[in-house]
């Protein structure tokens, strides 16, 4: 699609509809369905392609492999075969050494790619580091270099900004598209610890947003995820500044992905028995403390003590060595895994007895116990009487 006919439809999208919407992707199947959900456009980011891994969006800063590699491959192979109707944008990053901006730009362009968008972003980097990356030759002035060459090839072009100062570089540069980057999403398992208060971001977009009003006021406005990872945050700051729309990355891709693998899976792992899955999933979401895990297997055996329980099973499933358990459980209660099951068994089977109602060999199977023998074996053990004298002892009582 050519820049005239993207910047058209968006304003169209405006105009109707109130704001537009961009989605970062890392997948043809993240594109293929934020498309079909409406997003205006698709963003190809190396960060995009960490998320799809499990990895934090800031793997994209590291040596772990070459950005505009990376987002050349997701862009030709998993984005541009199967998505049409949509601008689908390349993910530079300009400080790349290896590469020539204008030449990299026209190689974009013949490919298919409809913009380019700056990313990843020096302007997320500050302190020592940032200074000496820019010692280097590493500046955010590369990115403005970069849209700049953007536009100049007719490229439709969305420059991430995170003040003042760089907004008004990248509107002199000619990008069509302002975005107050807010920082990495918050919400979800990876979700960002740290990020910007939702009332502060505002007033950040604000003093952003009135640059591009008093610079280039047809350029649009767009806000960038960070705290706003909710409809609910975005109508706050579509409501308290002059944002046009909304750019989402994990929003679209990570949380959704996590929370319906992460609940479709449960719901397939869940036993039927509510009081049962309520133990195996704090064991799975590791709300267990160390010395937690001997009340786990306590709780365990009060639920099911009248089927096979096997410590070594419930260290499995915990993550931890049997070794490892069986001296914990000792450790806590004085008392070894198999002797503790036992006498929870004999006095669920005492209160069973004295109730009257079963016969003694259905007692011994309703406490775990199928060899009869055995049970009253132990039973006669440890209380110095059989089952059937056991009974006929407490009905005289």
Not at 10 to 31: C, D, F, K, R, W
Not at 93 to 100: E, Y
Not at 217 to 226: D, N, Q, S
Not at 373 to 378: N, R, V
């Amino acid at each position: 699609m050519d820049r005239e006919s993207i910047l058209r439809r968006l304003e169209a999208q405006v105009n109707i509809h109130g704001h537009i919407l961009g989605a970062a992707v890392g997948s043809g199947m993240t594109a293929r369905y934020a498309s079909m959900g409406g997003a205006d456009f698709l963003l190809a980011l190396s960060a995009g392609r960490y998320r799809i891994m499990g990895r934090s969006s800031y793997a994209s800063y590291l040596c772990c492999g070459n950005s505009n590699e990376i987002v050349m491959d997701i862009g030709t192979r998993e984005l541009l075969p199967i998505i049409r109707d949509v601008p689908i944008l390349f993910g530079l990053l300009a400080s790349d050494p290896f590469i020539d901006l204008e030449d990299h730009m026209v190689r974009i362009k013949e490919l298919g790619f409809s913009g380019v968008v700056n990313f990843p972003t020096l302007s997320l980097i500050d302190g020592a580091f940032r200074q000496a990356l820019e010692a280097e030759g590493n500046t955010y002035d590369r990115e403005v270099e970069a849209i700049r060459i953007a536009r100049k090839l007719d490229l439709f072009t969305v420059a991430f900004v995170t003040n003042e100062e760089e907004a008004r570089s990248m509107l002199e540069a000619g990008a069509d598209v302002i975005c107050a980057h807010l920082g990495l999403t918050r919400g979800g398992f990876l979700g960002a610890k740290n990020f910007l208060p939702l009332e502060n971001a505002r007033k950040l977009a604000n003093r952003i947003f009135r640059v591009c009003e008093d610079t280039r006021p047809e350029a649009l406005r767009m806000i960038y995820a960070g705290p706003a990872s909710s409809l609910a945050d975005m109508q706050y700051l579509y409501r308290g500044t002059s944002c046009q729309g909304y750019i989402g990355g994990s929003t679209f891709e990570r949380i959704p992905i996590e929370s319906a693998v992460y609940e479709t899976t449960r719901a397939f792992k869940n036993s039927g028995d509510e009081r049962l899955d309520t133990l195996i999933t704090k064991v799975l979401e590791g709300g267990w403390a160390p010395k937690g895990y001997t009340d786990f297997v306590r709780q365990f055996i009060a639920e099911r003590y009248a089927e096979d329980i096997r410590l070594g099973d419930l260290a499995l499933v915990m993550h931890l060595s049997p070794s490892y358990l069986s001296t914990r459980f000792r450790k806590d209660t004085g008392t070894s895994f198999s002797e503790y099951l036992i006498r929870f068994r004999l006095e669920k089977a005492k209160e069973l007895l004295r109730s009257g109602t079963d016969s003694c060999r259905q007692v011994a199977e309703n406490v775990g116990y199928s060899d009869y023998a055995h049970f009253s074996k132990l039973f006669k053990k440890y209380e110095g009487l059989s089952p059937m004298e056991y009974r006929a002892r407490s009905m005289e009582e």
